[in-house]
């Protein structure tokens, strides 16, 4: 699979729920790991590799070298709590930024695995930010649009410069370390 970058138009939209009973959800899932993985991601949604469903496929374990991906499919926020955070994020679909989002420590969703059973994830940390960054990509929504208008001024001058670079999916940051 492909990894869409930003501006491509596809990350702005809002994206169809999945069918329960939908056979491809499995290999699609499968594939969407695998690119994750392959570009060093923690997380990756539909749009990001140009399916137009609620699908993310995460994997915010930080304590093993095993990978445990998790599916969501029509994965659904029903629930944020805690201090606002700010805090820089990357996205697999902006190769070589990173970018200060606020948000809340704490995010509870709902949703449907693989197997069509509905379950519920809920985290702080990596995970409670990775679900929220995730979950906003099926609503058309992505990290720039999170930020302050400063921050995304700046953001936009760097991706420039990075894209230029030749920063590729999985770059958090192209340039030296102590520069920013
Ligand atoms: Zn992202």
Partial sequence: MQIVIFPDP???QS????????????????QMAHTMYKNNGCG???????ILQRI????CDTESNEPHPVTLINPV??????DDCKENEGCLSFPGISVPVTRKAHAVVTYTDLSG????????GLLGRCLQHE???????TMIDRCDPIDRLQ???????ALAAGARPGDVSIRAKGER
């Fill in 10 to 12: 596809v990350l702005k």
């Fill in 15 to 30: 994206c169809e729920p999945c069918g329960e009973h939908d056979k491809s959800l499995k290999r699609i899932a499968k």
């Fill in 44 to 50: 990756l949604a539909g749009p990001q590799v140009g």
């Fill in 56 to 59: 993310v496929v995460l994997d």
């Fill in 77 to 82: 926020v029903v629930e944020t709590s805690g």
């Fill in 117 to 124: 059973h509905k379950c519920t994830i809920e985290g702080e």
């Fill in 135 to 141: 979950i906003d990509h099926v609503n058309g929504i």
């Fill in 155 to 161: 953001a936009i001058r760097d991706y420039d410069a």
